[in-house]
């Protein structure tokens, strides 16, 4: 669809088309939020087998999602994601409280996943050290090989690590 974008008006046509592939973003990301809100409640409960249903939908969430804004992009076809979209978008007040809204919400998915990521990573952090005092190895230090690259050092032998 070859349409003159330049000041003026969005043609009615591609705005119904823009407001449509908005809103389809702004369902996916609203799916999102709510498996990442799931996501958290699942760590905090320490449910492994949901975390890997949850992990699943999620990752066929955010290709869900990439595809919707692949989609917003086609119908663009003189504006490159970024500034100019967002100029272009906001041009029409509708089209602009939508693209804010979506971006509002992609922020708030980031921030989220960043917590559970956290917080996956600190469990992470737990469970090695807990296992480390298990198996009698202290906490992998580093040090200095023959060649003087730096590199996990030698493993402590503990009572249960030579039991």
């Given amino acids: 669809m070859s349409v003159s974008l330049q000041g003026g008006a969005i043609p009615t046509a591609l705005r119904a088309r823009l407001r449509t ?15 990442l809100a799931e996501e958290q409640e699942t760590l905090r409960q ?3 087998e949901a975390l890997a249903e949850l992990a699943t939908e999620k990752a066929r969430t955010v290709a869900t999602l990439e595809a919707r804004y692949r989609d917003l992009v086609a119908l663009l076809p003189g504006a ?16 602009g409280a939508l693209w804010d809204t979506l ?16 917080i996956i990573q600190n469990r992470r952090q737990s469970t090695g050290r807990a296992l ?3 198996t ?4 992998q230090q580093e040090t200095y090989g023959r060649d003087g690259r730096t590199g996990p050092g030698p493993a402590s ?3 249960l690590g030579e039991a």
């Fill in 136 to 139: 009698g190895r202290g906490p």
């Fill in 80 to 95: 490159r994601p970024g500034p100019a979209m967002t100029d272009l978008l906001r041009r029409d007040p509708e089209l």
């Fill in 46 to 48: 320490r449910h492994p």
């Fill in 103 to 118: 971006e509002e919400r992609l922020r708030a998915s980031r921030e989220r996943n960043l917590v559970n990521g956290a």
């Fill in 21 to 35: 592939a908005l809103e389809a973003q702004l369902t996916a990301t609203d799916r999102l939020l709510t498996l």
């Fill in 132 to 134: 480390a005092l298990l």
């Fill in 157 to 159: 032998g503990g009572l």
